[in-house]
């Protein structure tokens, strides 16, 4: 099949060796589970259980919320201990409503109804189970799989990409998701493909993975799935570039994979669809690489959602030396994390422990003009213009230059001879945007409540002066009646 070129791109140390050849092992059973409420993109879950409550494994303890939302399942049969605030996986570690659950060791799970041929189901019969499923994409975006599907069903997509490039470095996860339950991925694609009504479905794998690929590709034998190798490039996991790759398309500023008739989900996500559909079991673990310099023994470990990071690096080894600093997802796009008292969520692909000689500190130099920040930018966007603007506090001029089409790689701060953090810069603009629209709304809110208000009070005076004319009116009347009968008599 034909691949077209990618935009700038870059080629990091993948350290992908640390982890790759490691078998996914069962993390046991840690004594608490804390579940975050909040695990993708859109509304928080609400809690349908209470402190007390016993659950077993999958059964649903806080369901969505509003179009954008995905519920929350028990990830072990056990006991509610508490439900409130406990640290979030942020950099802020600032605190966040969860359940936290006691494991009772059985790990029994719910009984559920499943279909005789999933395949034979309708569109909306799967987009309904993945959605009672919990199901969110498990390639680092977190957004509730079943809106994508049913937009993309309303949409009529044509084709279906899966993501397996795992371009992040030290990620391993999907390959060896992909090694190892290929029939399971393959039967989750045709579930998703299925669902939505694609005519195409492209499987994406870095020609890095090639037992990866040998394996789904003689899986995929006899199905409409075409298993493509691509480059070997970062940020070729990213959804736009991605599709640009495997069919020259590109998404218009502002658009939606949908305009350009397209649907990406990730191999995780297939899997975990996979799972709900065939067995009834909805998204309780996922599989988590635990990598890093600072690590006695790199893994892929199936966790359960909840579980502290604490525990995934206690199960490797513990620690070669004390860590520099610690993240979760990927080195490029991932989350610092404060400590290791942090929940796993849906979303996490893994956590890395790095020693000092897997930080670059060196220190921030005057800009030389090199462009090489522009060559590298996989969106073709001005990196050094934008921070330019962005210093100036000009966040309109920014805007202009394509900031809200970053997709935040890091690609740029990673080239830059000068090290300036290009992409921390680009960060902050965005939360400057996003706040500046909270306060948009707000007052939008608020002038409209005054508004309303000013008409409450107006319509009240209308009411009062018509009742006062009223009362006059009666007034006037009864004296007049009055004297007549005086005039009368």
């Not at 840690?30 to 494994?57: C, E, F, M, T």
């Not at 500023?253 to 065939?278: C, F, K, P």
């Not at 893994?350 to 897997?358: D, R």
């Amino acid at each position: 099949m034909k691949l077209f070129r990618l935009q700038g791109g870059i080629h990091p140390d993948t350290c992908k060796i640390l982890s790759a050849e490691q078998p996914i092992r069962s993390l046991p059973l840690p004594n608490w589970l804390h579940i975050p409420l909040q695990q993708h993109i859109g509304a928080s879950a609400k809690p349908v259980v209470k402190v007390g409550d016993r659950v077993y494994k999958g059964q649903v303890i806080a369901v969505s919320q509003g179009a954008v939302s995905a519920s929350i399942h028990a990830s072990t049969s056990g006991e509610i201990a508490a439900i409130g605030n406990y640290p979030a996986p942020h950099p802020s570690g600032l605190p966040i409503f969860t359940i936290t659950l006691k494991p009772d060791g059985a790990d029994r799970w719910l009984e559920q109804e499943v279909p005789d041929e999933p395949l034979t189901l309708s569109p909306e019969a799967i987009a309904m189970r993945v959605n009672a499923a919990g199901i969110v994409g498990l390639g680092g975006a977190a957004f509730p799989s079943a809106v994508k599907l049913n937009v993309s069903r309303r949409s009529q997509v044509q084709t279906l990409i899966i993501n397996g490039s795992e371009c992040e470095p030290y990620l391993t996860g999907d390959d060896r998701l992909m090694r190892e339950r290929t029939s399971a991925v393959i039967q989750g694609i045709r579930l998703l493909r299925h669902a939505v009504g694609a005519q195409d479905v492209l499987v994406g794998i870095e020609d890095n993975k090639s037992q990866a690929i040998t394996a789904m590709q003689f899986a995929a034998m006899g199905t409409e799935v075409q298993v493509i190798p691509i480059p070997t490039l970062y940020p070729m996991g990213s959804e736009k570039q991605l599709v640009k790759v495997l069919t020259g398309k590109e998404v218009p500023a502002n658009g939606r994979l949908a305009d350009i008739s397209v649907l990406v989900h990730n191999v995780g996500t297939a899997y975990a669809v996979r799972q709900a559909i065939y067995l009834g079991r909805p998204l309780v673990t996922r599989v988590v690489t635990v990598s890093g310099g600072a690590v006695a023994k790199p893994s892929n470990l199936e966790v359960p959602i909840g579980t502290l990071v604490e525990e995934l690096f206690r199960f490797c080894g513990g620690f070669r030396e004390t860590p520099v600093r610690l993240l979760m997802g990927g080195p490029m796009m991932g989350i610092q994390l404060p400590n290791t008292q942090i929940p796993v969520v849906k979303g996490t692909s893994g956590v890395l422990a790095f020693t000092a000689q897997e930080i670059t500190g060196n220190r921030i130099s005057p800009c030389i003009r090199c462009a090489s920040c522009l060559r590298a930018c996989p969106i073709g966007l001005q990196p050094l213009e934008m921070v330019a603007r962005i210093r100036a506090h000009d966040l309109n001029g920014a805007i202009r230059l394509g900031l809200k089409d970053c997709i935040a790689c890091g690609s740029c701060s990673y080239v830059c001879p000068a090290h300036i953090p290009l992409v921390h810069y680009f960060n902050y603009a965005k939360g400057e945007l996003a706040a500046r629209e909270r306060i948009k709304l707000k007052q939008e809110a608020t002038r409209k409540l005054a508004e309303e208000r000013m008409e409450r009070l107006a319509r009240l005076a209308r009411e009062r002066e018509a009742a006062a004319a009223a009362r006059q009116a009666a007034k006037a009347a009864k004296e007049k009646q009055a004297n007549v009968l005086a005039e009368a008599i």
